[in-house]
């Protein structure tokens, strides 16, 4: 049960049970230093002692019970991230409360030639033995970081797109209104500023760096997110689409599709820290529109064997559900489901001190869990995800069965069924065509509310390990923008009755707001709540209520649409740059919530900007101006 105190733990380390046998001294020395508190005890002597206790308990019988620990999946990072995570404690201590640095530019931090991480860790002692609580004066951090680290970012370099036109041929023909074809082709020359490459030295010497090696250049999110993102590559390359950069976006693809086929799955980011975790499954999309416009068979060859690993990925294991209905029938969906039970490295302290409220070691690597299956849903953070919203201590994200992700799954089916029949593997579609039709199903009898006129996200009654059965009173009644991603889906968009419920629905959710639409109605403080609105959740709306036959649709999806174009031009007009979410109670105010500070760039709000011109285009008589 989670406390409502926060209030920090002297020692939290003190706490921590061992429940598993490790290998060796070494492997529980690894696991103990992934706990950035760790180093506390070490500070005060108890080190050696410590450790030897825990080790002489592990190989011996155990004697408390293994349930008193999340046993779930964990899939470590690198030696480099877990003491990166102890820099960041450092100057999260050191430096005055309203002055700390985003502690993600900690753990993005690469070493320095030519010392190596051995002989920086005995620095590190040196530098914080006298230290209690691992503060240190700020000049002496700041000096210390300067002699034995390149600063965050370093690791990727500038990378001039080959195929970058300053005014391609026919670009957004249908933009009428100069003022707005001018700020679009700004809008597409951002594109430069985003794109990179990842250091020579980075798969020359992998160890000393956090960053992962990729094959091809990569468009960044911007701001401080300075690697490849995988759920935002794909409305990043929706606007590449129409920007015609068809070999940036080939890169884009082919650098994610080696992530899958060295991991398994697509990582969050192309990062260490990144690889217990993936992002909303949109690889398959990627392909399906850069097909679309290029008809590149060589990619779909190659994507199709990438592809199905990742389907298995999001299919099995912990990430599977079965939900049975009234009817006795077991609908197979899938949930988020983090690879973690710590806090997460590039937000450690943060995540610590949120923690710090629970009593048991089991509490908080539940909580540790859920906080990182936030994170890989793309959606950190929201009252979706709490038992008790807004109380953040009731995360509870691997307990939902979300609508949206089994959007992209059934896209993903749909994808995968079209990609093969264009290979010849008439089979295979017709496989994925009938998965795909087991999965509208459950759309209807697990998420579908009648009474709402939308699909709403199921709360699981146990741990998901085992079929459970279906409870009307275990769908989540609150109204978010995820409740109307089905529409994105050609099926649904296609049923004239179902739009119809749905486009009403809509109407009368509360979501829709002068400049756009609202993640949710619960202003929480968190950033993928009220009142803020964010590129995805807009343009799956729209795209999905423009592609229907209904009139009623259509003119809904452009005024969306048209909404956020118009804040995103004052809020660049007024600012200089494209934020990451915007305020949508508000026309022309970027969004803000959340922990850390709003970033800009941004890859996909330009990526929507530029589709939704594309589809919509913007009249000469329709003045962009408020």
Same mark, same amino acid.
């Given at each position: ?8 733990? @002297?020692? !939290?380390?003190? +706490? ?10 070494s ?6 230093? #992934?706990?950035? *508190? ?7 002597? %108890?080190?050696l002692f410590?450790?030897?206790?825990? %080790?002489?308990?592990?190989t011996s *019988?155990m ?15 690198t030696?480099l991230?877990?003491f ?5 404690l450092?100057? %999260? ?14 753990i ?29 004066? =700020?000049?002496?951090l $700041? ?8 600063? @965050? ?8 797109p ?8 026919? %670009?957004? *023909?249908? =933009?009428?209104?100069?003022? =707005? ?13 985003? #794109?990179c490459?990842? #250091? ?11 960053l992962?090696?990729?094959?091809e ?9 300075r ?6 590559s ?20 082919t ?17 260490a820290?990144y690889?217990?975790? +993936? ?8 392909v ?9 068979? $060589?990619?779909?060859?190659?994507a199709i ?16 559900? =079965? ?10 969906l ?6 973690w ?7 450690s ?5 949120? @923690?710090?409220?629970f +009593?048991t070691?089991?509490e ?7 906080? /990182? ?8 953070f929201?009252t979706r ?8 201590t009731?995360? /509870?994200?691997?307990?939902?069965? !979300?609508v ?30 009938? /998965?795909?039709k ?26 998901g ?11 989540n009644?609150?109204?978010? @923008?995820s ?8 099926s649904?968009?296609?049923? $004239? ?22 993640? *949710?109605l ?23 209520l423009?592609?229907s036959? +209904? ?6 999806a ?9 804040s995103?031009?004052l809020v660049?007009?007024? #600012?200089g740059?494209?934020h ?5 109670? $508000? ?34 008589h ?5």
């Amino acid at each position: 049960m989670a406390m409502k105190s926060l209030k920090r733990n @002297a020692n !939290p380390i003190i +706490s921590i049970h061992i429940h598993k046998p490790f290998l060796s001294l070494s492997s529980l020395c690894n696991y103990l230093s #992934s706990f950035p *508190s760790f180093i506390d005890l070490k500070r005060q002597g %108890f080190t050696l002692f410590f450790l030897l206790l825990c %080790f002489s308990l592990t190989t011996s *019988s155990m004697v408390e019970s293994h349930t008193d620990s999340d046993s779930g999946p964990v899939v470590q990072t690198t030696p480099l991230v877990t003491f990166l995570q102890h820099v960041q404690l450092t100057a %999260f201590r050191s430096y005055p409360k309203k002055q700390s640095a985003d502690p993600k530019s900690y753990i993005d931090l690469s070493l320095k030639r030519p010392y190596t991480l051995s002989s920086i860790e005995s620095a590190f002692e040196d530098l914080t033995s006298e230290s209690l609580d691992m503060s240190v004066p =700020v000049e002496k951090l $700041e000096r210390f970081v300067k002699q034995y680290f390149d600063g @965050a970012g370093e690791d990727m370099l500038h990378h001039e797109p080959v195929d970058f036109v300053s005014d391609p041929s026919g %670009f957004l *023909s249908n =933009v009428e209104n100069e003022k =707005v074809r001018d700020w679009a082709r700004e809008v597409h020359g951002l594109w430069r500023n985003l #794109s990179c490459r990842v #250091s020579d030295s980075v798969r020359e010497s992998p160890g000393r760096y956090t960053l992962l090696p990729l094959p091809e250049p990569v468009i960044i999110p911007g701001s401080r997110f300075r690697e490849v993102y995988n759920w935002d590559s794909y409305w990043v390359i929706k606007g590449l689409m129409t920007s015609q950069m068809f070999t940036t976006a080939k890169g884009l693809v082919t650098n994610l599709m080696s992530l899958v086929e060295t991991y398994g799955y697509a990582l969050n980011g192309a990062r260490a820290y990144y690889t217990n975790r +993936s992002q909303p499954p949109l690889l398959s999309s990627m392909v399906y529109e850069i097909y679309n416009v290029t008809k590149d068979e $060589e990619l779909v060859r190659k994507a199709i064997p990438v592809l199905l690993k990742e389907y298995e990925f999001w299919n099995s294991g912990k990430h599977k559900v =079965v939900i049975r209905d009234a009817s006795g029938y077991d609908h197979v969906l899938s949930r988020y489901y983090a690879m973690w039970n710590m806090p997460r490295p590039e937000s450690s302290v943060f995540d610590e001190e949120s @923690a710090s409220g629970f +009593s048991t070691l089991l509490e908080k690597q539940r909580f540790h869990r859920d906080i /990182a299956t936030a994170a890989e849903s793309g959606c950190d953070f929201t009252t979706r995800w709490m038992r008790d919203p807004p109380h953040f201590t009731t995360m /509870a994200t691997t307990s939902v069965v !979300p609508v949206d992700l089994n959007v992209f799954l059934l896209k993903m089916e749909l994808d995968i069924a079209f990609l093969m029949e264009i290979s010849g593997d008439k089979n295979g579609s017709d496989r994925f065509v009938e /998965a795909s039709k087991a999965r509208e199903k459950a759309f209807e009898t697990v998420f579908w509310n009648e009474k709402a006129g939308q699909w709403l996200d199921y709360w699981l009654s146990s741990n998901g390990d085992e079929t459970e059965t279906w409870k009307a009173e275990n769908q989540n009644t609150n109204v978010f @923008a995820s409740n109307f991603a089905p529409i994105w889906i050609n099926s649904f968009n296609s049923d $004239e009755k179902l739009v119809k419920k749905v486009v009403k629905a809509l109407e009368n959710s509360g979501l829709i707001a002068p400049a756009g639409i609202l993640s *949710s109605l619960t202003d929480s403080g968190q950033q993928w709540d009220y009142p803020n609105g964010w590129a995805p959740q807009q343009e799956m709306i729209v795209t999905g209520l423009a592609r229907s036959s +209904s009139k009623e649709a259509k003119e809904m999806a452009e005024e969306i649409a048209r909404r956020w174009i118009r804040s995103n031009y004052l809020v660049y007009k007024k #600012s200089g740059t494209i934020h990451e979410k915007l305020k949508v109670t $508000e026309l022309g105010e970027y969004g803000g919530g959340g922990e850390y500070k709003p970033q800009t760039g941004f890859g996909w709000s330009n990526g929507v900007i530029l589709a939704f011109l594309e589809e919509f285009g913007w009249p000469s008589h329709l003045s962009i101006e408020p």
